[in-house]
């Protein structure tokens, strides 16, 4: 067996982020999504991607926080994270503009004065398309390469769909790339449609859950163990 594709041995569990893990959180994020079409898009320089992701995923990251259970994680008993997953629960997807101004310097320090533009059209792209009514929203889900095969990031994403269930409620994403798409298909999501990014940007995959529609009460494989603490 390849040795990237076998779990710690003392398990791991799913809980929420800590707010001393924002840095490790994001550092995560910005592995799993070291080749991601829109990533790469948002950050063209590839010597500045790197950076950039990060600082990018450290500041959604923190906006999430304040809002109860928004970003979870698959973490060993020891504190190691091996996936992370943002939710933003109904009415809660989009930022209020007072939140917006006040990361907008994070913002610039991401993306750079010139970049912003770009970031701004993703953003506002994203927005325009996304779905009306009360619903569960992931705009975010990464496992560390190095675990990807093993069943964490499925695991964090049947413990909110196994939420959603039991509150009758749908859930929504949008997915960078056509091959994640079977993926999420195995959870109940469907593709709505196509969001093209403007200025020649890449496609991305809406899809919508319908409450019930199977893969949120699916054991994880293998079985997670809580972690201490």
């Not at 994070?106 to 912003?116: D, E, H, K, T």
């Amino acid at each position: 067996m390849n040795v990237r594709t076998v779990l710690p041995s003392a398990g791991y569990g799913i809980r929420c982020a800590r707010p001393a893990e924002s840095g490790a959180v994001a550092a995560l994020l910005a592995r799993s999504f070291a080749d991601d079409p829109v990533m790469a898009w948002m950050f063209p320089e590839p010597s500045h991607r790197a950076r950039g992701t990060a600082r990018f995923f450290k500041l959604i990251s923190r906006q999430q926080r304040p809002r109860a259970g928004a970003v979870r994680v698959a973490a060993t008993r020891g504190g190691d994270l091996l996936a992370a997953a943002l939710w933003s629960g109904p009415g809660r997807w989009q930022p209020s503009a007072a939140r917006e101004l006040v990361a907008l310097p994070g913002y610039a320090r991401a993306f750079g004065v010139r970049g912003l533009r770009r970031a701004a059209e993703v953003e506002n792209t994203l927005q325009e398309s996304h779905p009306e009514g009360p619903h569960w929203y992931l705009p975010t889900l990464g496992t560390d390469p190095a675990f990807q095969g093993t069943g964490v990031g499925s695991a964090l994403v049947r413990e909110q769909l196994a939420h959603c269930d039991r509150l009758g409620e749908p859930a929504y994403l949008e997915s960078s790339k056509a091959s994640n798409v079977p993926f999420y298909e195995r959870f109940g999501f469907r593709v709505t449609g196509e969001i093209q990014l403007p200025g020649g940007g890449p496609t991305l995959w809406p899809m919508w859950r319908v409450p019930g529609s199977g893969g949120g009460h699916e054991p994880a494989e293998p079985a997670p163990v809580p972690p201490e603490g």
